[in-house]
């Protein structure tokens, strides 16, 4: 079995790039896209105005930094290519956490898709666009 992990991103100087529907919507075809997940499966997900929230199921042949670093620089090349610049979305470094057998998946998927209702973005999760979840 493969470890999950809790894996959060913030963009450069936490800026608020992704409260640009265009951008977000972007950045959230990347991290659906199967291609960039290989063997890996990514759990849930929430794509906040500054920063990213991944639940990872890490695949065969796949580790944590590897997947980050394919998941920021696809996301990166094609956000830039829609605001038409060449600038840094990502900061370098990621936090992750990887789930212990006794963590519960699903409050943690809970917790991450409502982010946004904690911020205040939303009322219900299910106003906010730019998330999703395995099991829905």
Known sequence: I???YHITSTTVNRHPTFTDHRLA?????CFTNPALNKTSEL??????????HWLLKLGEGDSVS????RMKAVSAREVNRVRSEQSALWQPAFFDRGLRQEDDLLTMAR????NPLR???VRRVGDY???SAVWI
């Open 25 to 29: 919507m972007t950045a959230c075809r």
């Open 66 to 69: 590897a997947w980050v670093q």
């Open 129 to 131: 666009p730019y998330w």
């Open 119 to 121: 911020a205040g973005l």
């Open 43 to 52: 759990l849930c997900w929430v794509l906040m105005p500054d920063h990213v």
């Open 111 to 114: 917790y991450i898709v409502a």
């Open 2 to 4: 493969y470890g999950i």
